[in-house]
């Protein structure tokens, strides 16, 4: 047999042979928690990614020397990110696209689109029910629509008056943060798009009023919105009514300096990333500060420049390997940081296994192969 021949023969059993997972989290000796002992962990660090090889894996020496080392890509400037059907989509303002993880497959690819669905700013982005990606674009002035495959299918908003800062896909509406008007604009969710309503009335004396509206979530009958000139979280109803205002300025427990990224937990546990502190704080439905977790960067589970938080409780097996066995993991966080080595922070949502428990057990999808959608 030559040695074409032979290596021909070999390779294939090599690349199997070359395991590839996201890269590991903390080994038990540096058991990442919060809050920390003697107090009950109620967050777990798990893991981080921040390039290509921590997903796709290292070659082995024989089949580099084959093959070639692959290419390692960076997550360069990341803001938003968004999870969908074993997916993370990562906003990367440097590349003016996203960064696609796919979980199942362990792959990573860059979505850098041209043509009408040309990006300049994507500062963050949502993937709706039927599988469409919203981008919402702070430079274009436009909320992106792409198709589940990736091709451009729409986009909307008035230039003249709209600077969209965060998109939110529900009760079949889209909510739209725009900066540049002060509210909350809300459209339909067809191919239409029409400017159903806009909240709140643009009152600065209000306690209402929105001076720099930039992240949004919404629940089955409440609307988050982070009020960035104001250093408050502020809580509408569904119509646009006010409810609450979470959080002041100030360096104490509780209050902001630079408040981004929110999410909402099905507790109602309010999540709040801070870019001044560089933590997450975790709020009560009535606006109690419960915890906080994150920290100035100096190693693991610390951010950098946090800028967006987002829960999910669909993919949970593919992380299931980094939880302590004495945990049983309730959902995901996940937490982007603009800078520094760790670009995208994943922590658990954790509770201790009560004695006589049985730790949730792995599940994970089988993929056949097949190329599937895009989001």
């Not at 109690?288 to 960067?297: H, I, V």
């Amino acid at each position: 047999m030559t040695l074409r021949l032979l290596l021909l023969a070999i390779i294939p059993a090599l690349l199997l042979s070359c395991a590839r997972s996201i890269t590991s989290g903390p080994g038990p000796d540096n058991l990442v928690i919060y809050p920390p002992p003697p107090d009950t962990a109620r967050i777990q660090f798990l893991t981080r990614i921040s390039c290509s090889r921590d997903v796709t894996g290292t070659r082995k020496t024989f089949t580099s020397f084959i093959l070639g080392e692959e290419e390692n890509i960076p997550i360069n400037k990341p803001y938003g990110v968004a999870i969908h059907k074993g997916k993370i989509l990562v906003c990367d303002t440097y590349i003016h696209g996203l960064d696609i993880i796919d979980m199942a497959t362990n792959k990573f690819e860059q979505f850098i689109p041209g043509g009408k669905g040309e990006l300049k700013s994507p500062i963050n982005c949502f993937v709706g029910p039927d599988g469409h990606l919203y981008v919402a674009d702070s430079e274009r002035k436009q909320i992106v629509v792409f198709d589940e495959n990736g091709k451009y299918y729409a986009c909307f908003g008035d230039p003249e008056n709209f600077k969209p800062v965060d998109v939110f896909v529900a009760d079949n509406r889209i909510w739209v943060t725009n900066l540049a008007g002060h509210q909350i604009n809300v459209f339909s969710n067809d191919s239409s798009h029409e400017l159903l309503n806009a909240f709140p009335e643009v009152d600065k004396s209000a306690a209402s009023c929105l001076f720099s509206p930039t992240n949004i979530f919404v629940t089955d009958s409440n609307v988050y919105v982070t009020d960035f000139g104001d250093f408050k979280i502020k809580q509408y109803t569904l119509d646009g009514n006010f409810i609450q205002s979470i959080g002041s300025y100030g360096q104490a427990l509780g209050q902001f300096v630079r408040p981004k990224g929110i999410a909402v937990d099905k507790e109602s546990n309010l999540f709040v990333v801070d870019a001044g502190f560089e933590n997450a704080q975790v709020f009560s439905k009535e606006g109690r500060l419960l915890m906080f977790f994150g920290g100035s960067y100096k190693g693991p589970g610390d951010m950098w420049l946090p800028a967006k938080v987002t829960l999910d409780y669909e993919n949970l097996d593919y992380l299931q390997k980094y939880v302590d066995p004495g945990f049983n993991l309730k959902y995901l966080i996940f937490v982007t940081n603009q800078f520094g080595p760790d670009k995208l922070n994943i922590y658990g949502a954790v509770e201790p296994v009560n004695p006589g428990q049985k730790k949730h057990k792995q599940q994970y999808p089988k993929h056949k192969g097949k190329q599937g959608p895009m989001f």
